[in-house]
């Protein structure tokens, strides 16, 4: 699983204040991101913590180093200001598309405001050279040198468990594209998360003997870049998975689920099965849908200008996987 090095609790260090046009631009390239950021939503500027700080996680977001296989690696945490009664709190991890990391993640997919309605702690961790290996020889230079990037996820939820009370039994993660698959990956070499929930991904790489674990897929029909209906995409990657509905379909075998029910609303189809113990798998399937986050507002001058799929306004990605991830815990 890799191993982690130094402190238990990272010191955290200042955070960058904005993305600079330069970083914005190479996120919104990128043949694995829809970064569509939300317009009008201005986040908090982050906390800069000193590093001789208690090793506790401060409200707001602070961002973190940890040494893990040899390499520095950084993440942010979004911790809503209050709790009730100061109970143990919920942690999502949301893990950024390829050519994108955690600021811009933060930035654009809504879930700082959803930590502190809810109050969930939200984990945005960077990739290395801004990608994830997660199998199959996919991504980019992590996925090349066999970057054990779940090793890394692994020891930042233990690291931010030790720094905050978090919910043992309420460990979720979600990810776009690159960071999709990264949360197959979770699911396939952990026994970590209690659910997860990725978005315009599919799954790469062996995953020979997965535990159970509830799985909520959300996809386009219309998506070039990770097909919906398998087969080579397009981009730097061609990223050549199987269908999605097969990947979906197997992890309904792997929590030994009823057969699903399919209901439409629009664009917008689900499937759904329950399974035992609680759990849940699920595909929410788009029509026309493309390459990106669900929900986010548009940017039509960016998303013509870099040849970027719209983002569907059929749905809220963000709350939707809430939903999911919050109704289905880790068995007691």
Wanted: charged share 15%; with cysteine.
């Amino acid at each position: 699983m890799g191993a982690a090095y130094g402190d238990p609790v990272p010191a955290p260090v200042p955070a960058r204040r904005a993305v600079t046009a330069r970083r914005a631009a190479a996120a919104l390239a990128g043949l694995l991101l829809a970064v569509p950021v939300l317009a009008g939503c201005r986040r908090a500027p982050d906390t800069a913590v000193p590093a001789t700080s208690p090793a506790v996680l401060p409200a707001g977001t602070s961002v973190h180093h940890l040494s893990v296989g040899g390499a520095d690696r950084t993440y942010r945490v979004h911790r809503p200001a209050t709790a009730p009664g100061g109970a143990p709190l919920p942690l999502v991890v949301v893990l950024h598309g390829g050519f994108g990391d955690g600021e811009q993640a933060e930035d654009s997919y809504g879930w700082d405001a959803l930590s502190d309605a809810e109050h969930v702690l939200v984990v945005y961790p960077d990739g290395l050279h801004r990608a994830w290996n997660v199998g199959g020889g996919c991504c980019g230079r992590p996925g090349r040198a066999g970057v054990d990037d779940t090793g890394f996820v692994t020891a930042v939820v233990a690291a931010v468990r030790a720094a905050a009370p978090v919910d043992g039994r309420r460990l979720y993660a979600t990810g776009i594209s690159n960071g999709g698959m990264l949360t197959y990956r979770l699911a396939c070499d952990t026994t970590l998360f209690a659910a997860v929930a990725p978005d315009s991904a599919t799954l790469l790489g062996d995953c020979p003997a997965p535990a159970p674990v509830s799985v909520l897929a959300v996809h386009g029909t219309a998506d070039r870049t990770v097909r919906y209906d398998g087969g080579p995409g397009t981009g730097v990657a061609r990223i050549d998975g199987p269908p999605v509905p097969d990947v979906v379909a197997r992890w309904r075998a792997v929590d030994r689920c009823a057969a699903p029910v399919t209901t439409t609303a629009g664009p917008v189809t689900t499937s759904a099965a329950t399974c035992p113990d609680g759990r849940a798998v699920e595909l929410i399937t788009i029509a026309g849908a493309g390459h990106q986050w669900p929900g986010a507002v548009p940017r039509p001058l960016v998303q013509k200008a870099l040849g970027l799929d719209p983002p569907s306004t059929a749905l809220d990605a963000t709350r939707t996987i809430w939903a999911f991830l919050a109704a289905h815990p880790r068995p007691a």
